[in-house]
């Protein structure tokens, strides 16, 4: 069965840095783009950014670009989120998901999430 | 980019009833690129519906997509206690793609 799990999530002052991770399991990672997709609680969803299955394309919401960087490492069937500088607006549940076939594209599999708060 | 608008906000409904959920696109939406979800609280979105009208796997009849263009509806025919939740449309025709806010769909 097809898996993500989450974790790397917690408390960091704003301007902090913290680095997200998701391991997969249950399917061949090398096959898929993979996303980050966050969500505040209680609100909706936001993409915030995807990679190609070999790393050699990255996307990201404008709201991110030049903190956040995405990256992947097949060899550990794992996809990162390092985020820096953060804001009180990063602040959510941050998912990881797998695009179903193309880079724009539904999430058939998410993970739990993990959560990210932003305090001084 | 292309703004997703969810309507009714909340739709208060009983088991049993016909609930009809509307995603309005500001842009036409490619190919019809457009997906439902269902989320429950605390848990993470689940897929129920990808190009407008397939069901993904082990989604229950009931559960129906349709539309094209700018106007989408999911459907559920007869609720069942475990519908309640809230159900939100994405569009992926176009970059980047984005998520509509959601409808709450509350038990009457």
């Known amino acids: 069965e097809a898996q993500l799990v989450e974790s790397g999530g917690g408390l960091v002052q704003p301007g902090g840095s913290l680095r997200l991770s998701c391991a997969a399991s249950g399917f061949i990672f090398t096959d898929y783009w993979m996303s980050w997709v966050r969500q505040v609680p209680g609100k909706g969803l936001e993409w915030v950014a995807n990679?190609?299955?070999?790393?050699?394309?990255?996307d990201y919401v404008d709201s991110v670009k030049g903190r956040f960087t995405i990256s992947r490492d097949n060899a550990k069937n794992s996809l990162y989120l390092e985020m820096n500088n953060v804001r009180a607006e990063d602040a959510a549940v941050y998912y990881c998901?797998?695009?179903?076939?193309?880079?724009?594209?539904?999430?058939?599999?998410w993970g739990q999430g993990t959560m990210v708060t932003v305090s001084s | 980019e292309i703004v997703l608008t969810q309507s009714p906000g909340t739709l208060s409904l009983s088991p049993g009833e016909r609930a009809t959920l509307s995603c309005r696109a500001s842009q036409s939406v490619r190919s019809n690129h457009l997906a439902w979800y269902q989320q429950k609280p605390g848990q993470a979105p689940r897929r129920l519906m990808f190009g407008a009208s397939v069901r993904a796997t082990g989604i229950p009849d009931r559960f129906s997509g349709s539309g094209s263009g700018t106007d989408f509806t999911l459907t559920i025919s007869r609720l069942e206690p475990e519908d309640f939740a809230v159900y939100y449309c994405?569009?992926?025709?176009?970059?980047?793609?984005?998520f509509g806010q959601g409808t709450r769909l509350e038990i009457k």
């Open positions: 994405q569009q992926y025709g176009s970059s980047p793609t984005t």
């Open positions: 990679i190609k299955k070999d790393g050699s394309e990255i």
């Open positions: 998901a797998r695009p179903q076939l193309l880079r724009e594209d539904a999430f058939d599999i």
